[in-house]
């Protein structure tokens, strides 16, 4: 338990000291005042004032964390203009969230998950630098019997070129793409001798385990492969061209993850795969055991998925705020701080809700209900 419950902490407070840094960074930008900035909710373990009078805190419920502006009395950082000018002094005015034009609000706002993508972008270029990025061509070994694939018109020695038109640029990414694809057809695009065949191949969804050894429902079409004539092309980037990778993957990442959500959605794409702080704690022990570049490949995909769901424009998620500046863009000024309470308990009641539905999905992966 001691190894899943560390490197989850360890994960959870730089992925959330990240995003929450993304804000403080814009806020102190902009002038605005911070008052606390907790990694962590509930009671403080421990923290220090440093000299422009910010509280860091660490907390002990180590799900996410805060950073609170001067002057704020709600969730929403809203206020009554009037009481403002009657309460602070013109100095501390100017410390106000509420009362700094909406492009800098936004920003603030905008910054947490900013600071998200930013660190999956920075973890990416680091290893295609350092370590390395591999381009081995993916060439079909073998077809099975009666497989998708084999219905579908793939062959032994066909290069996969595409698949739903991403670039395979490595064996790895074949299994990437099936995967994430969320559609009843899955399209391959292979090269078989001189010439280049477009496929539609239906998957199989199996019952499986994943390299950790997690159940899974995989997507399957049932060929194996193996390297371009058997040479393995592992390659240290140079700087522009690791950046360029580093960015593609951030990219997506983040479309994928909103076509599985979608699918989700819609029916089409595996709820059950969906998971909460249970099991990222599982996984994050799992792949700490395979070593630092594993794990910290999984910090970039996690710190991309924080930054992702925070956009979504649910009331209480940065996202929300920034659909409430939109609105006021468009009727220029803010919505009643009634109708922001109106639409923070529907957020609150979406946030509980997928809280229970991945709270129900990690006790079912861990075998405590059937």
Not at 87 to 112: A, C, M, N
Request: overall charge neutral; aromatic content about 14%.
């Amino acid at each position: 338990m001691l190894s899943y419950i560390l490197p989850f902490i360890v994960l959870i407070l730089i992925v959330v000291f990240i995003h929450e840094y993304g804000h403080y960074y814009f806020a102190k930008r902009y002038g605005v005042g911070v008052t606390d900035f907790s990694i962590g909710f509930g009671k403080e373990i421990f923290g220090w004032n440093d000299k422009s009078g910010t509280r860091w805190k660490i907390c002990w419920i180590p799900l996410g964390g805060y950073v609170k502006f001067f002057g704020d009395r709600n969730v929403y950082s809203q206020a009554d203009h009037k009481e403002v000018l009657e309460k602070y002094s013109e100095e501390d005015q100017k410390k106000l969230f509420t009362l700094k034009p909406l492009y800098q609000r936004s920003l603030i706002v905008f910054g947490g998950p900013l600071a998200n993508f930013l660190l999956a972008l920075v973890i990416f270029f680091f290893i295609y630098t350092f370590i390395g990025k591999d381009f081995t061509p993916a060439v079909i070994n073998e077809v099975q019997k009666d497989s998708p694939a084999m219905v579908g018109g793939l062959k032994q020695n066909d290069v996969i070129l595409e698949i739903d038109g991403n670039k395979v640029q490595s064996i790895m990414d074949v299994s990437k793409y099936i995967t994430m694809s969320t559609d009843e057809f899955i399209d391959f695009k292979v090269k078989r001798s001189y010439d280049e065949i477009l496929l539609k191949i239906k998957p199989n969804v199996v019952l499986s385990e994943d390299n950790l050894g997690n159940s899974l429902n995989k997507r399957m079409v049932g060929i194996k492969l193996g390297a371009y004539n058997n040479e393995i092309n592992h390659v240290k980037l140079g700087p522009a061209q690791s950046l360029l990778h580093a960015t593609n993957e951030v990219y997506y990442v983040s479309i994928s993850s909103l076509k599985y959500i979608g699918g989700m959605i819609a029916g089409k794409a595996d709820t059950s795969q969906l998971g909460g702080p249970i099991r990222i704690a599982k996984i994050s022990g799992q792949v700490a055991e395979f070593g630092i570049l594993a794990f910290i490949s999984m910090m970039a995909y996690i710190s991309i998925s924080l930054g992702l769901v925070n956009l979504f424009p649910i009331p209480m998620l940065d996202g929300g705020h920034l659909m409430f500046y939109a609105f006021e863009k468009v009727l220029g000024r803010p919505l009643s701080q009634k109708t922001q309470e109106g639409f923070f308990r529907i957020g609150l009641f979406l946030l509980v809700s997928l809280m229970f539905f991945t709270t129900f999905n990690d006790l079912k992966d861990l075998g405590l209900l059937s």
